[in-house]
């Protein structure tokens, strides 16, 4: 049929064709809206009071309009509802989600954004309201929904076609259209023609989420350089954008400022405190700082907000638990009895919460132990650690995290050597994984608890700075410091072999220099070929050979 003979979908139509949710814990809204729905000309109406017959009727059902309140009474909300809608895929791209709300805090709708709604309805709501803003978002659905079933499909060349062809048959919804091609040209990998969109959007008009677009483009092309402060110049005229605090935070760990980055992350927190993956993200890269106050509280925040989401997983109450673990350790007083008492709180929570599982059991026991072990209760940590040890006798089947858990807790009870077999045995396991590596590497150079790492870390660091500036006796003092502290550390005792050889050069007649050089590379004689130093390491040795023949 020729398109302009069409006849055109009426308001009415355009309702009555679809299905629609509504979830409000008052009956009486419920019905109110079923009855303005009505009125508009929709049939397929079903009601719902929370979020898990909202998800469970989603599962099983096509919807194409959800009208949720935010506010739900005890329990989860309208952005929680949205977040596991979306996660799980439940709602096809042409479902419109409208969140309805009588609140209007600025933390309520940046929580909800992060899920983006389609829609915001503030209540009260009449008839004429409904069916103006309503009837909008379905005129464009409509419009746009060939484009969105090809999206559903992952058929992304399809859905450009259609993009293409749409720009000049409906130019009404160009920015929407645009925005589409970008996403669309990111997704297949085409990053020429991407960020040809975005910068002809530009062209014509600054629009923040081109800005956002086009930086992302340049983060895939490796040019740090250009997004990075094209990132802090959107953040600078949009403070409340937070999807650029999250591109900027990778852009600055993709070059290796990742204090920095947790400085953006901070921040963004700040302006939307309710986003899970963001606060569990501060945390990961707070910890990979040695800023355990910082992480301590971004895992606290991830395991609250997450009991009500769908991201909630044990991994966040073992982890708060670990940060908690080396805050206290060797901390006796009241603060780091409570730091421990919260340590442990959080795995009775785990448990609890994740009940019948026989390795997080054992994960909270190894844990537990190594908190009793901080805290000097040196029997109660050697009695737990004796009741585990049978159930940890095969490293094949503990998994990394827990063998490297188990590790950790046996250097922190003075079972070095069973240590050292374990992450041996690991190694073989997980050798072909060089994050697994990297890991195993690190527990091995450094088996000593959190506070001592930083402090080993930081002589390192004034030990270089002493060396490079030309002051070889102030460095050796200094690495010999850190070596009271970590003995067998690959990198400590190369530096120190470094600074030894080069007095040794300046200096006639001391033989002993080279007989301590030789005694911190005898150190390291165990070194597997796989390590980070391996390669220095046995060049310092021949240096060595070649200084004293």
């Not at 008009?205 to 956002?212: G, K, V």
């Not at 006639?508 to 911190?520: E, I, P, R």
Request: with cysteine; glycine share 6%; hydrophobic share 35%.
């Amino acid at each position: 049929m020729n398109a302009s003979k069409t006849k055109p979908v009426s308001h009415t139509e355009a309702f009555g064709s679809l299905a629609y949710l509504v979830i409000d814990d008052f009956e009486n809204f419920r019905l109110s809206m079923r009855h303005m729905l009505r009125s508009c000309g929709a049939n397929n109406i079903e009601l719902v009071a929370s979020a898990n017959p909202a998800v469970q009727y989603c599962t099983y059902n096509n919807v194409d309009v959800v009208l949720c309140d935010y506010n739900l009474g005890d329990g989860r909300n309208g952005q929680h509802i949205l977040e596991e809608l979306r996660h799980k895929k439940l709602l096809k791209r042409s479902s419109l989600f409208l969140m309805v709300t009588s609140e209007t805090s600025r933390e309520m709708v940046m929580g909800a954004r992060e899920n983006q709604p389609d829609a915001y309805l503030t209540k009260p709501i009449n008839r004429s309201m409904l069916a103006k803003r309503l009837g909008s978002l379905i005129s464009q659905r409509n419009a746009l929904l060939p484009i969105n079933r090809e999206i559903d499909r992952e058929n992304y060349p399809e859905a450009i076609s259609l993009c293409v062809t749409a720009l000049a048959r409906v130019p009404r919804y160009k920015t929407w259209l645009m925005k589409t091609l970008g996403e669309l040209y990111f997704l297949l990998g085409d990053l020429s023609h991407a960020i040809k969109v975005y910068d002809d959007v530009l062209s014509q008009r600054e629009l923040s989420w081109a800005r956002l677009g086009r930086c992302k483009v340049l983060l895939a092309n490796h040019r740090y350089d250009e997004a990075v402060p094209g990132l802090h110049q959107l953040i600078a005229d949009h403070p409340d954008y937070v999807e650029a605090y999250d591109l900027l935070a990778e852009g600055l760990e993709r070059q290796n400022r990742p204090g920095q980055a947790q400085k953006v992350l901070e921040r963004a927190t700040r302006y939307s405190p309710n986003a899970v993956l963001r606060q569990k993200h501060l945390a990961e890269l707070a910890e990979s700082n040695h800023d355990m106050e910082t992480a301590a509280q971004a895992w606290r925040k991830t395991v609250s907000l997450g009991t009500l989401s769908i991201h909630d997983s044990a991994a966040h109450y073992l982890s708060l638990s670990q940060t908690l673990c080396d805050l206290s350790e060797g901390n006796t007083d009241k603060e780091g009895e409570r730091l421990a008492k919260e340590a442990f709180s959080a795995l009775d929570s785990m448990e609890a919460r994740f009940s019948n599982n026989d390795i997080l059991e054992l994960r909270s026991q190894i844990i537990q132990c190594r908190i009793h072990a901080g805290q000097e209760h040196l029997r109660e940590a050697a009695a737990l650690l004796n009741a585990i040890r049978p159930k940890l006798k095969n490293s094949r089947s503990l998994g990394l995290e827990t063998g490297l858990d188990y590790a950790k807790t046996l250097y922190r009870l003075d079972h070095g050597t069973e240590a050292k077999t374990l992450l041996g045995e690991l190694s073989e396991h997980f050798g072909e994984s060089p994050e697994a590596v990297k890991k195993i590497e690190s527990l091995l150079d450094e088996p000593v608890g959190f506070r001592t790492k930083i402090k080993a870390r930081r002589l390192n660091h004034e030990g270089i700075a002493a060396f490079e500036s030309g002051n070889l006796e102030e460095a050796r003092t200094i690495f010999t410091k850190a070596l009271e502290m970590i003995p067998n550390h690959p990198a400590l005792n190369l530096n120190q072999v470094q600074v030894l050889m080069k007095e040794y050069r300046g200096t006639v007649g001391h033989t002993n220099l080279a007989d301590l050089c030789q005694q911190h590379l005898d150190r390291l004689a165990g070194l597997p070929k796989q390590h980070g130093q391996y390669r220095r390491y046995i060049a310092l040795q021949r240096k060595l050979k070649a200084l004293n023949p």
